[in-house]
């Protein structure tokens, strides 16, 4: 690893954003639709929030059928478990997508 990809990754963690969907993806994958919903953004911004996550490899893509799913990557990283631990728990964000109806089960 090299000093342009540790400082990428930085970069990629300076938003708050992008702070919360890594939140959100210490529970469990999730996809756009998913993330759409708990954060109230539109599906073009969180494709973008995503795609630079993936580009510094923070983030990991699943395909299974018409749908990805997103969960943590970072293993590159040695200082990137620590990140997540500091990171705010947001299982009930979660939760409540699923109680209200609104978590969209992608299979």
Request: net charge positive; charged share 30%; proline share 3%.
């Amino acid at each position: 690893m090299n000093l342009e990809q540790i400082a990428e990754c930085h970069k990629s963690l300076g938003d708050k954003t992008r702070l919360r969907i890594l939140s959100l993806l210490k529970v469990e994958e999730l996809c756009v639709c998913e993330l759409v919903e708990i954060l109230q953004m539109t599906q073009p911004a969180i494709s973008q929030h995503i795609r630079k996550l993936k580009n510094t490899k923070l983030v990991k893509e699943r395909r299974q059928g018409q749908w990805i799913f997103y969960s943590l990557d970072g293993s590159i990283y040695p200082f990137f478990q620590s990140i997540l631990d500091t990171l705010p728990d947001m299982k009930n964000e979660i939760e409540e997508l699923k109680k209200s109806g609104r978590k969209v089960f992608c299979n």
